[in-house]
């Protein structure tokens, strides 16, 4: 196990093992007696196995996840693998670089560094700024003795992709007094030297690019990027950075309760140099220069760990490789350290395979407790800090092998909690048996605007920093330095923990402070063009996030007073329900959107009030989509209230339908069917019926007058019943029928009469008006099912499905349950009715409605990304959801891929395996999109059969590629509020426009480009109210004309062109010729459609007569098409 | 008769407007219909054979259309040509029509009119003004609106078509007794109400049958108690882990090729 050939497979191995030895020592008595028949046996499923082969069948089981898991592992691995050629090509390199940089002369002048003559001399500018100009110090270059390369290409664990070799050069020990440790003189000097190495490499002809660069972002720490000539400088760079002698300085001088900065150089009094007084801890300064005195034992340490031991090595690259896709700030250098201690402390070992070391990785960082107990490299029996020590001064602990340096000294708490989360997910994920887990976590990139349910950013970092530093205690100030984004960050980061406490899952400061300049070019110049970005991003609690009170401590306890500090005039003293009389916040929120976009106010209330940061200083990625989730037409209600409002009505129907008596069997089940049930329709508007409308029993009819005003549309959602069990129900299908209407009848007059509600039967269901929402009852039974596939084959009765069956099958017996099982998942994860909405609208808005892609996709797609949410956690914003979903749909290779919606672990593993079967199985027609949900049946990825096509779906994973990119332009580099751009489509590619006449387009008012409504500014209340009377008439029900007009559209010229239309409120549909339009076709009986004679060269030929159908889009659609436009 | 042997280019073209002001009508092709076996809706000598009807045209709109030619007697649509009599197949719910091009079958009234029609070099327009003709939004409003019935009208319907339901029923039941009955030469039909009892002849049952035979069969069989029997299932189950192996590997080979293996 411990070495593994990674091109063998079981085949490649079968024909060396038949030529050598068997286990026993004896040749295999068969091999050489065998002819050829049997030797061509051998390479088939029954051959024999050899010993290999099952060591292998079965250490996989044993020490991998699976199979598919180790294979994967192996692909990545080699992947990563830094190739031959370059590795050749570096040391060629370096041999070159080594020399010329031993062969730098001694200089022996002495520098004053408060002047500039140093950097003059040299020809190269400082690579420190402003912050550290007043330091006086002299300094003298001595020359060092060795370039060593170190770090992750030294232990062989590096990954070639942004390739980078760490070198060092250790700073002789003479280089720096006694006193260079303070006041960050030691900084100092250090830049001077790494300029002084600069201006000997910037005219190096096998350097093409020679910059200063930070190192880890700290600005006192410059170090060399070089960028070398030629071909490898495409696959690699090198950084040269500069540590200390170790001999320069004791480490007990660094060790977490010293001070090293004195506050007066800090803050600037004059008498600095004179003042005696020692300040605070500085433990954050004594790590910067800790970092230096260490790296060399550190280094030895790791080396000593992972000399020769590949399966080590392998786990940290599979570990870096999933900490870059997470975007963690955690160096590989942490992690080798990290898997080094449990090495150390004997948890994991160089036999366990590289899925066991990260596996077990995974559960110690899990359940590691570095924030409240550090951990320590450290054996010695000398006296070191103690861990106590290290924790009361720094947020995070791992103390390295010297004892002195915490590892951990500039991680942020949010890092490390990123960390511990992502560990626990992962665990997750590889304990999911029925995903692939590795494509998540290794594979896939986490996006910062995926990942995130809001996001807050500065707008003005400088400004901000200034208010926040002016609210800073000192002894902070000093342990940071000039340092001052960190402590800023920090400062934030608590403020924001202790304000939004629970409601957070997720806490993670986003820095973007790292640049790289050339190095004759001033580092301040560069500063004031780049611009340092600070984001926070919060991953919500859904549940939590909601509440709309922040309880405090009781009012008679002293912690109330410091709950009162903290919220300044926003804490009032209530009195609960419960009796208890705390002290609280109460923030303001009405609909469920605005509840969960409480963090912004909770933060722009806080920043305000401790740092005096206006609202308008800060951008929330949060709600800008909401927008699109309140009906724009009248009352302006939010879409998730709408629902509740109709399911509301709807269990009161229920009940009624219940209760009914006097029918011949009695109702026992009612079942949602309509988008609405799932929290998920677009558009439900209380229905409101004209005045004076005319009237047909107790519903309301069109007027037919010419140029009469149409009612507003109404929906009606459908529910399904099921009737007592009888077997009288008859065996042909139209009697059948028959029956069923006559029950309609009943159920409508029942209705009427013992609930006195407006119905109206019709032979096919009953529309019923409850509460301003109008339902259409239809009833199920599964015998009708049945008769439709019913068929008789040589007097023997046989099933067969038909497109009629299947149709009634998912409408009758696979949509209430499918239906049942969203509403379940709305219930839990109350974003998914609004993201399947915003899915709707995007859809919708790029001309996609319904047919090209069905009803009920877009609630399976956006489950999905609720339901496998690995990497990430189920999202808690709609935008978030609706974010993932759109790169699910592009970046998923469905022509390969299948999506197995299983929602309450419904199905075994064999029935997955089963389906996979099927698709890999299927032949080319069947569908684009391959989505199966446990309910499916007999009837696999029903929902996705028909369409959408595969020419539409290419189309939707363009647009869907394109929005993202949008999206992220709009919200994490701009300061975009309206991002409603990315659901206009784009017009220009079409061959015909038909316009229609806008006010006969149902929903128009739901346009996005639609100025809201004013004057029916009405709350929903406040409508149903007025309309009181009018409760009793059925208004008229689901009369869109645009749809009709597109029906007959379809079903006259399919084979001609296609339409695209806008459900909610589109004015346009968008006509596309199908390609061979032009082509010449023969005449015949059957298919003589549209066809013309043309006159070609005195030969009678015929094509389709494109003027004709235009003429025919206009005369079908008389009265609503307003023009018709040819590009 | 004589003309059996028909090539499409037989049939005439000519242009169909909807009113006077259609400026690209479609295009239709006529010629006589003529068949081996004319049947009697379709009569010989008198039926003009249409294809290409525009979506919108109806049996109105055909009529003026050659009015010029003479009076036509009716007009049968179809999508498909079809020889035989239209038996109209008893339906509960009267099925949406939705417009498509079609063929049409258009009746003279006299011999002579269809002569004349074939004879002709252009139509008059199916209307004289656009409004005659019920499409676009007016048909939707009609459509819609005459689909709301009074319960009354709907229950009248329904009597009407469970009655007939009911007679059929009824003529099936009293059909089958018939069959009870010795026939001629001794034979007795075995149906499903008789007083012999048969099972129902379905897929469901027939397979029933045949799984019930299949298990008594396995049931003599004996199980892991020859070696062979013994090594076989062992193989089988190495045999699964290859191709569980091989089933992942050929996995890994379409990952690859969608070059996911590149993390970065």
Redesign the interface.
């Known amino acids: 196990m411990v070495k593994r050939d990674k091109t063998s497979?079981?085949s490649d191995e079968l024909d060396e093992e038949s030529t050598v030895l068997n286990e026993n020592g004896k040749r295999p008595a068969d091999i050489q007696s065998k002819d050829g028949k049997k030797r061509f046996k051998t390479k088939s499923?029954?051959r024999q196995?050899t010993v290999k082969e099952?060591n292998r069948?079965q250490e996989t089981e044993n020490l991998f996840n699976?199979?598919?898991f180790r294979?994967?592992i192996e692909?990545?691995l080699?992947?990563?693998k830094v190739k031959e050629k370059t590795a050749k090509r570096f040391q060629e390199w370096f041999n070159t670089f080594k020399q010329h940089l031993l062969s730098i002369p001694e200089d022996d002048t002495e520098y004053d560094l408060t002047e500039n003559t140093v950097f003059k001399h040299l020809r190269v500018k400082s690579p420190t700024g402003n912050d550290l100009i007043k330091i006086k110090c002299m300094f003298k270059f001595h020359k060092f003795q060795d370039v060593e390369i170190v770090g992750s290409y030294a232990l062989g664990n590096s990954i070639n992709?942004?390739f980078i070799v760490d070198t060092q050069i250790t700073v002789p020990a003479d280089t720096y007094t006694k006193n260079d440790s303070v006041n960050y003189r030691y900084h100092k000097k250090r830049a001077a030297y790494l300029a002084f190495i600069a201006s000997q490499l910037k005219n190096l002809e096998i350097i093409e690019e020679l910059k200063y660069i930070y190192l880890n972002g700290c600005h006192t720490k410059p170090m060399l990027y070089v960028k070398p000539t030629g071909k490898l400088g495409n696959s690699l760079s090198v950084h040269i950075n500069l540590v200390c002698d170790s001999e320069a300085y004791k480490l007990h001088r660094f060790s977490p309760l010293r001070n090293n900065l004195r506050e007066a150089w800090l803050f600037g009094s004059e008498n600095a140099e004179n003042n005696l007084d020692v300040g605070p801890p500085t433990p954050y300064y004594n790590s910067s220069i800790l970092c230096d005195l260490t790296t060399t034992v550190n280094h030895e340490f790791l080396n000593e760990t992972y000399v020769n031991r590949d399966n080590l090595k392998q786990a940290v690259v599979l570990l870096k490789?999933w900490l870059?896709?997470r975007k963690l700030q955690v160096s590989g250098f942490v992690i080798s350290l990290f898997v080094a201690y449990l090495v150390q402390i004997k948890r994991i070992n160089n036999i366990m395979s590289s899925y066991q070391i990260i596996r077990n990785v995974w559960i110690a960082l899990k359940s590691s407790e570095w924030d409240t107990k550090g951990i320590s490299l450290y054996k010695g029996s000398a006296p070191a800090p103690s861990l106590d020590e290290f924790q009361q001064n720094f947020p995070i602990v791992f103390v390295d092998k010297s004892g002195y340096y915490n590892l951990c000294w500039d991680m942020h708490k949010g890092t490390y909690n990123a960390l511990k989360r992502e560990c626990s997910l992962a665990i997750e994920m590889l304990d999911n048996p029925k995903i692939n887990s590795f494509?998540p976590l290794?594979?896939t990139?986490v996006e910062t605007l995926m990942q995130f349910d809001h996001i807050i950013r500065f707008k003005n970092l400088s400004k901000l920093k200034e208010s926040v530093l002016s609210k800073v205690p000192n002894t902070s100030k000093i342990n940071y330095g000039v340092h001052q984004l960190a402590l800023v960050t920090d400062t934030i980061y608590n403020l924001l923990c202790r304000g939004l406490g629970n409601r957070v899952d997720l806490i993670l400061q986003l820095v973007e402070a790292d640049f790289s300049w050339p190095v004759n070019k001033n580092v301040d110049k560069i500063k004031r063009g780049y611009e340092e970005k600070l984001a926070f991003g919060l991953v919500l609690n859904s549940e939590n996030v909601t509440n709309i009170v922040d309880r405090g401590p009781p009012a008679n306890l002293p912690e109330s007073e410091e709950f009162r500090a903290f919220w300044g005039e926003k804490s009032e003293l209530r009195r609960f329900q419960d009796g208890s009389i705390t002290e609280a916040c109460v923030w303001t929120a009405d609909s469920a959107a605005e509840r969960r976009a409480l963090p912004k106010q909770i933060v722009d209330y806080l920043m305000k009030f401790k740092y005096g940061v206006p609202p308008t200083q800060m951008f929330h990625v949060c709600e800008q989509l909401d927008a699109l989730l309140v009906a724009r037409g009248g009352g302006r209600e939010p879409v998730e209230e709408g629902c509740v409002r109709a399911l509301q009505a709807f269990d009161l129907l229920r009940r009624d339908l219940r209760d009914l008596e006097q029918l011949p069997l009695h109702i026992s089940a009612v079942y949602g069917v309509s988008e609405v049930f799932s929290c998920s329709s677009g558009a439900v508007r209380a229905a409101r019926c004209p005045q004076h409308a005319r009237r047909?029993?107790g519903?309301a009819?069109?007027?037919?007058t010419p140029q009469a005003r149409l009612p507003p549309y109404t929906p009606a959602h459908t529910a399904v019943l099921e009737l007592g069990h009888s077997g009288k129900w008859?065996g042909?299908i139209?009697?059948f029928?028959?029956?069923k209407?006559?029950f309609n009848?009943q159920i409508?007059?029942r209705l009427s009469k013992q609930f006195s509600l407006p119905t109206?039967?019709?032979?096919?269901h009953v529309d019923v008006l409850k509460d301003g929402y109008v339902f259409r009852l239809k009833i199920a039974h599964p015998k009708e099912i049945t008769l439709l596939r019913r068929e008789m084959e040589n007097?023997?009765?046989?099933?067969k499905e038909s497109e009629e069956s299947i149709n009634l099958q998912c409408e009758t017996l696979l949509l209430p349950r499918l239906r049942g099982a969203l509403h379940g998942l709305h219930q839990k994860h109350p974003a998914f009715g609004p993201a399947v909405c915003l899915l709707k609208r995007w859809i919708c808005g790029h001309l996609m409605s319904a047919p090209h892609f069905p009803h009920v996709l877009p609630e399976l797609l956006v489950a999905t990304v609720f339901v496998k949410s690995a990497p990430f956690e189920p999202p808690a914003q709609p935008r978030t959801a609706f974010l993932r979903t759109l790169r699910l749909i592009a970046e998923t290779?469905w022509s390969?891929e299948m999506i197995v919606l299983d929602f309450n672990d419904d199905m075994s593993h064999e029935e997955i395996a089963e389906l996979e079967r099927k698709f890999n199985e299927r032949d080319q027609q069947s569908p684009a999109m391959y989505i199966v949900t446990a309910y499916d049946g007999d009837l696999p990825a029903v929902w996705s059969w028909a369409s959408p096509s595969r020419e539409v779906l290419a189309r939707m994973r363009a647009i869907a590629r394109a929005t993202l990119t949008y999206f992220e332009t709009a919200l994490l580099q701009d300061f975009k509020d309206n991002v409603l751009g990315a659901f206009v489509p784009s017009l220009s590619g079409y061959d015909v426009l038909i316009h229609l006449v806008s006010h006969?387009v149902p929903l128009a008012a739901e346009r996005i480009d639609r100025i809201p409504d004013i004057r029916n500014n009405l709350k929903p209340d406040e409508v149903s109210k007025s309309d009181d009377g009018l409760n009793e008439v059925l208004p008229?029900v689901e009369?869109n004309?645009v749809a009709?007009?597109l029906?007959?559209l379809r079903?006259?010229f399919s084979e001609f062109a296609l339409f695209f239309h806008d459900y909610y409120g589109g004015d346009v549909i968008a006509v596309l010729w199908r390609p061979d339009i032009d082509d010449f076709r023969?005449?015949?009986?059957?298919n003589?459609?549209?066809?013309?004679?043309v006159d070609v060269d005195g030969e009678?030929k015929y094509r389709v007569?494109k003027?004709?159908l235009?003429?025919?889009f206009r005369?079908?659609?008389?009265?609503?098409?307003k023009d018709i436009t040819v590009s | 008769m004589t003309k059996a042997s028909k090539k499409?280019?037989e049939?005439k073209?000519i242009e169909l407007k909807?009113t006077e002001e259609?400026?690209?009508?479609?295009?239709i092709?006529i010629k006589e219909h003529s068949v081996r076996e004319h049947t009697p809706d379709k009569p010989s000598g008198r039926t003009l054979f249409i294809?290409?009807v525009?979506?919108?045209a109806d049996e109105n709109g055909l009529s003026n259309a050659f009015l010029e030619a003479g009076a036509v007697q009716c007009v049968q649509f179809c999508i498909?040509?079809n020889a035989t009599v239209m038996e109209p197949v008893?339906?509960?719910?009267s099925e949406t029509v939705?417009?498509?091009?079609r063929?049409a079958y258009l009746v003279f009234k006299k011999v002579a009119y269809l002569d004349k029609a074939l004879k002709l070099t252009k139509l008059k327009p199916m209307y004289s003004v656009?409004q005659e003709v019920k499409?676009?939004?007016?048909k939707?409003?009609?459509q819609?609106?005459n689909?709301?019935?009074?319960?009354k009208t709907?229950?009248e319907?329904?009597e009407v078509?469970?009655k007939s339901?009911d007679e059929e029923i009824k003529k099936a039941e009293e059909k089958e007794k018939q069959l009870e009955q010795e026939d001629d030469e001794g034979w007795v039909t075995v149906t499903k109400r008789g007083k012999v009892q048969s099972f129902?002849?379905?897929?469901?049952v027939?397979s029933k049958i045949m799984a019930k035979e299949e298990k008594n069969k396995k049931r003599k069989e004996l199980k892991n108690f020859y070696t062979f029997q013994i090594r076989e299932s062992k193989?089988k189950h190495?045999?699964a882990?290859?191709?569980?192996?091989e089933e992942?590997?050929r996995?890994?080979a379409?990952?690859?090729?969608?070059r996911?293996?590149?993390?970065?």
């Open positions: 497979s079981v499923l029954y196995p099952l069948l699976s199979n598919l294979l994967q692909e990545v080699d992947e990563v992709s942004r490789i870059r896709q494509i290794f594979m990139p047909r029993g519903s009819l069109l007027k037919d008859p042909d139209e009697a029928r028959c029956l209407a006559a009848i409508a007059d109206q039967p019709y032979l096919t007097g023997v009765v046989k099933y290779d390969t006969l008229v009369f004309p009709r007009y029906d007959e079903s006259a023969d005449l015949q009986i059957a003589a459609n549209a066809l013309k004679p009678i007569n003027e004709a235009l003429e025919d005369i079908l659609g008389r009265g609503i098409v | 499409y280019h049939f073209a909807l259609s400026i690209s009508p479609h295009t092709y294809i290409n525009p979506p919108y498909k040509p008893k339906k509960f719910l939705n417009p498509t091009f063929i656009i499409i676009g939004l007016d939707w409003i009609e819609h609106n689909s709301i019935q009074l319960p709907l229950k319907s329904i078509f469970m339901y129902a002849r379905t897929e469901k027939e193989m190495i045999v882990l290859r191709q569980k192996f992942d590997k996995k890994i379409q990952i690859k090729q969608s996911r293996f590149k993390p970065f």
